[in-house]
């Protein structure tokens, strides 16, 4: 994530910080080893400020590219998968610079390395640009990692709100997707409780609680 206190959010993006994003990158595939997680998020990072997102935007892509083509060098060598996630512009963070999955899927298909792909947050991108079907359908074979949360609360997916997370996920298994897909959402209570939401769906498709069938195959 670069310094925090210094204003930053990933530095994968942002000119003249290329050698600080290597540190940072190999400390996360250091950790990542340790723990046993195949998938690192690259944080493209912010905007600078005082600069027109516009007139820095071919520099930003161009630090963009070249960073990521060194993070599937490094990460092949791991057998990891590196993660670009769209974090929308409107509400969560006006200045980062990767806001949709069409910017994300062009930079990697400019990139083009096969342990890059697309981390969606059905938060942002509902935020930017709603058509959660079709971008579903669209992006699936560039999709690495899925998370979730209501819109607009980010809350648990049984809150009040625009998403219909049931037919979302009923969505994702016609489509054959078979990664993770992560709850980053605030619980509106403590964490067990706001797990409540994941029994209920459970039960409602004839599962216990861990996902397996009560029906004896």
Known sequence: PGDPEAGELGLAA???RQAAFRQGLEAAVHYARAVGCPRIHVMAGR???GTDRAAVAGEM???FIEN???TADLLSQEDMIGLLEPINNRITDPRYYLNTPHQAAAILEKVGRPNLKLQLDLFHCQIMDGNLSRNLETYLPLIGHIQIAQVPGR??????GELNFPYIFELLESLGYTGYVGCEYAPKGDTLEGL?????YWESRGLQHGGTSKAAK
């Open 155 to 160: 809350h648990e997916p049984d809150s009040p």
């Open 61 to 63: 892509e161009t630090t």
């Open 196 to 200: 409540g939401w994941l029994r209920s």
């Open 68 to 70: 990521l083509r060194y």
């Open 47 to 49: 905007v600078p400020l």
């Open 14 to 16: 942002v000119p003249g």
